[in-house]
């Protein structure tokens, strides 16, 4: 069973920082498109940020040139800098997988309030 766990949530307040970390067991996340997404109350989940397994990176526009989507061969990061109070959300770590299922851990709490 692939389990995918993030990390790194909390409250901060507007104009500062985070970094959101997503792990994958086993070695799945090395051969593995990776993505984060943000759903709040009453939303869908919406795409943030997206990374190939080649490192090909995508954004929404609502978070370009604030936010930086990485990798390394265990760990996939989302660093989220000059945070607003609509970052708020929960935030998902999709990993798609080589052999085409996803899979998405439970998600953290990003509070961004004064």
């Known amino acids: 069973q692939v389990e995918v766990m993030e990390s790194g949530g909390g409250l901060v307040q507007p104009g500062e920082s985070l970094r959101l970390s997503c792990r994958v067991s086993?070695?799945?996340?090395?051969?593995?498109?990776m993505a984060w997404y943000r759903q709040t109350p009453g939303n869908e989940r919406e795409l943030v940020s997206s990374i190939s397994a080649e490192g090909t990176t995508n954004y929404a526009d609502s978070v370009k040139g604030r936010f930086t989507i990485s990798r390394d061969p265990y760990l996939v990061y989302l660093q989220m800098n000059s945070l607003e109070p609509g970052d708020t959300a929960v935030y998902y770590c999709?990993?798609?997988?080589?052999?085409?299922?996803?899979?998405w851990g439970k998600g953290v709490l990003v509070t961004v309030s004064s």
């Open positions: 086993g070695s799945v996340i090395r051969f593995s498109n």
């Open positions: 999709r990993c798609n997988a080589r052999w085409g299922v996803d899979y």
